[in-house]
């Protein structure tokens, strides 16, 4: 969970339910209801949009890989119907892609097109294998800089190819050969097609710069159809001569034959297209997912299931392979136009694949009309900018470029299968280099000894640092300076053991960050189980039982003011000059075990925090009303105006416990007051009417369990009923989730689904979050 709003994430497959228990009804924008077919008008504006950018490209990329230019109708329908209803990311647009252009035209010049449909379909089979395996997260674990690297010399490959039909020629079989034709090319050159190319190029590149309300007008056109639309023109009103799009009757149309042709290269054509489509489509949902969440007007969009997608994208490969087309995956242009354009639910991407159906029934006449080299100067601009200079920029900056460019330069001569297998060999001697490769110095300063040690600190650089160390002289004051961010047990042992020695002949030791910024030395062999907040905790270092004593807080503020003031004081004080600005209300228990700014990974100014016994909310007007919780909800919502609340139970809730078991006696104790604001949570346990709470996919292990997530949904019920919230809720400005921390496994819950008119009481495990570096605000 991030510090700022929780992420909401997919249902999991329904489990046993209660007999007699109603099922309830998935949000509308997970776009799989079986039992109802409801289209927004704007999934069916998105559709029409997505279709225009389609119908060009996937007769340009049909065109470019040297297959019937039916195959790409095929492919654009197939993609948009088959793995748009079973794909597992609602808003991607799947289809004939760039990216498998080059690998596509190598398999057709050397197995044929029949052939070449029936690896497609082989390809699909092992999608479908792989995401039964459940392994589609291990695909993004390639390194970015490799799978950069393959797209862009995938399209430096398309861009030198669609070159010479762009000039009126036929393009070559490799990118070196058409490297080396291209002088010829331009002295034959075909005026009517660089015309009609010309053109093309042209208005891609000006559409999206026309100035003023005409431009913001033509710009509801897509680029790609304008430029297409207007080659189109040119050529049929000025009666040019230039080989335009010829689709046969359908009824000609060739469906795939028996694989022909070494196994082992068949093999391997397999591989390809399951490593190329798979990869393309996974790294699409996940760019997709980011599209959605930052569009700041939306419906709930369910975030993407990965594994459902490899397999959506595995059926819709085998449907169009056996229907003779070209091979798919998910397509970024095609996808980010679909969440522009509005689409909130997995009906706008089936409906652009009707729309390609129709019109490869209805419009062939006027597909015949279109110039060969308008498609060839589309599909040539999609291949420049797949070389994306973001990505250069970004590999660049994390010292990726050695690979990046011998992955692009590997795809370029060799093909996109070896070209993958150079870029991983590269990067994992890059990566090797880097983690042996550590630089130790020292030098005297001022009478203070320091040490720096850059790189990663392993068993190899042992000896070296040993060495270092061992000529510092002895009762001396040093300062270890650490820059790397891994330190294996034979370099902590080898710091430690010096430093006891040092500290015990009368010197001192200091490690540093590269900033400066001091580090806790390692822990001392008495209390080697202690970590950090250690101090805090009622634990045993030995057998001995500890009690808390009274020095701990003046010991813990002393630590804080030489540890960690120094790091934060400038984030404090900015907050102090402007004011609190936080992003969440979160509300949980009081509860000792419960740190909110561990679990949520929370600085300072980033969640306005209530507790109380039970994370309760009391209802408005209800007796024996705590108007503290009230008024802290009314002061977040109207006056610092968060964007969510979160209501954050727990496992082993004592209040639960103490509900459950109910009262002990007749005194109303303060205690037994304020549980009186859980008794709706156990009306509702407890209730035949309602379905049971459910967390990952299972059932709580016991009641308290069950009461304890049974409460996060009742409580959120008694949010809504707060006149604050039930108006921020009506504008949609305000977002309520719910959360369960699980104490023992130290895991995360978040309820599925909340909306405004009902809560589906499954609660889904949180997952650990990629490694990332991220810059401090400080």
């Known amino acids: ?155 430096v490959t398309i861009a030198l190819a669609q070159l010479h039909i762009v000039l009126g020629g036929t393009p070559q079989s490799s990118a070196i050969d058409n490297v080396r034709a291209l002088p010829a090319q331009l002295a034959g050159l075909h005026p009517a097609a660089a015309i009609a190319s010309a053109l093309t190029l042209a208005v891609l590149l000006l559409w999206t710069r026309i100035p003023g309300r005409a431009g913001r007008m033509v710009r509801k056109i897509p680029a790609a159809l304008a430029a297409v639309a207007a080659a189109t023109m040119l050529a049929t009103f000025a009666g040019l001569s230039l080989p335009r799009v010829d689709l046969p009757s359908w009824r000609s149309h060739a ?21 190329v489509t798979s990869v393309q489509s996974l790294l699409s949902a996940v760019a997709v997912d980011r599209l959605v969440a930052a569009r700041k007007e939306h419906p709930l969009v369910h975030r993407s299931k990965l594994d459902r997608e490899l397999a959506g994208q595995g059926a819709a490969n085998v449907v169009s392979g056996a229907l003779g087309g070209l091979p798919i995956a998910g397509v970024s242009v095609r996808s980010a136009a679909n969440v522009s354009a509005g689409g909130v639910s997995r009906h706008s991407t089936m409906l652009h694949g009707l729309w390609i159906v129709l019109a490869a029934l209805f419009l062939v006449p006027l597909l015949d009309l279109i110039p060969l080299g308008a498609l060839a100067a589309l599909v040539m601009v999609v291949g420049v900018q797949m070389v994306s200079i973001a ?7 994390n010292r990726e470029m050695l690979v990046y460019a011998v992955t ?56 070296r640092l040993s060495r270092t160390l061992g000529q510092l002289p002895q009762g001396a004051a040093c300062v270890i300076e650490l820059d790397g961010s891994f330190m294996d047990h034979a370099a902590y042992e080898a710091l430690h053991g010096w430093q006891a020695s040092h500290v015990a002949q009368g010197g001192t030791v200091e490690f540093t960050g590269r900033a400066g910024g001091r580090i806790s030395e390692p822990a001392s062999e008495t209390h080697g189980c ?62 000792s075990r419960l740190v909110t700014s561990m679990i949520t990974a929370s600085g300072p100014g980033d ?135 699980h104490v023992g496994e130290a895991q995360a819950y978040l309820l599925a689904s909340s909306d405004e008119h009902e809560i589906d009481e499954v609660f889904d495990r949180v997952a650990p979050a990629p490694f990332a570096l991220q810059k401090s605000r400080a």
């Open 1 to 155: 969970m991030s510090a700022c709003a929780p992420t909401r994430t997919d249902n999991p497959s329904r489990t046993s339910r209660k007999p007699g228990k109603t099922r309830k009804s998935r949000p509308a924008s997970d776009g799989s209801d079986r039992h109802r077919f409801r289209i927004a008008g704007a999934d069916l504006s998105a559709s029409i949009s997505v279709f225009l950018i389609a119908l060009p490209l996937s007769l340009g990329i049909a065109l470019a890989t040297g297959a019937p230019l039916q195959a790409g109708l095929v492919a654009g329908a197939v993609g948009g119907i088959v793995a748009g209803r079973l794909g597992g990311s609602p808003l991607q647009v799947s289809g004939p892609a760039a990216g498998l252009t080059v690998v596509t035209a190598d398999l057709i010049q050397q197995y044929g097109w029949r052939t070449t449909c029936a690896i497609t379909v082989l390809a699909g089979i092992a999608q479908l294998g792989l995401a039964a395996l459940r392994v589609a997260r291990s695909a993004l674990a390639v390194s970015p800089a490799i799978v950069h690297g393959m797209i862009a010399g995938i399209g």
């Open 255 to 275: 469906l795939p034959e028996l694989p022909q042709g070494p196994v082992l290269g068949i093999l391997a054509a397999v591989l390809t297209i399951t490593l």
């Open 391 to 397: 990505h250069l920029r970004s590999v660049r900056r």
């Open 408 to 463: 692009l330069a590997s795809v370029v001569l060799a093909g996109v299968l070896e070209g993958v297998a150079v870029g991983i060999a590269v990067a994992v001697a890059v990566a090797l280099r880097r983690l042996t490769r550590t630089r130790i110095t020292a030098d005297e300063q001022e009478g203070v000894h320091r040490v720096r040690a850059r790189g990663q600190l392993t068993f190899l650089a042992v000896p």
């Open 530 to 591: 202690c970590r950090p907040w250690t101090p805090w905790r009622n634990h045993h270092c030995d057998d001995r039982p500890r009690r808390a004593k009274a020095h701990q807080l003046a010991s813990g503020l002393s630590s804080f003011q030489r540890n960690t003031a120094p790091l934060v004081r400038d984030e404090l004080a900015r907050l102090a000059r402007e004011g609190q600005r936080p992003s969440q209300l979160f509300l949980t228990c009081a509860d």
């Open 607 to 741: 969640l306005f925090t209530v507790r109380n016994v039970g994370n309760l909310v009391p209802l408005p007007g209800a007796e024996s009303s705590d108007d503290s919780v009230a008024a802290a909800i009314e002061y977040a919502v109207d006056v610092l105006e968060v964007d969510s609340i979160t209501i954050c139970g727990h496992s082993g809730c004592g209040a639960m416990q103490a509900l459950l078991n109910g009262p002990s006696g007749s005194v109303q104790t303060p205690l037994r007051r304020w549980l009186r604001h859980g008794q709706p949570s156990l009306d509702r346990m407890r209730s035949r009417h309602r379905s049971w709470a459910r967390i990952s996919g299972r059932m709580p292990t016991d009641a308290v369990e069950q009461l304890c997530l049974t409460n996060v949904v009742q409580q959120l019920e008694h949010l809504r009923a707060h006149e604050s919230v039930a108006r921020r809720l009506a504008e949609g400005t305000l977002e309520l989730h719910g959360m369960y921390f």
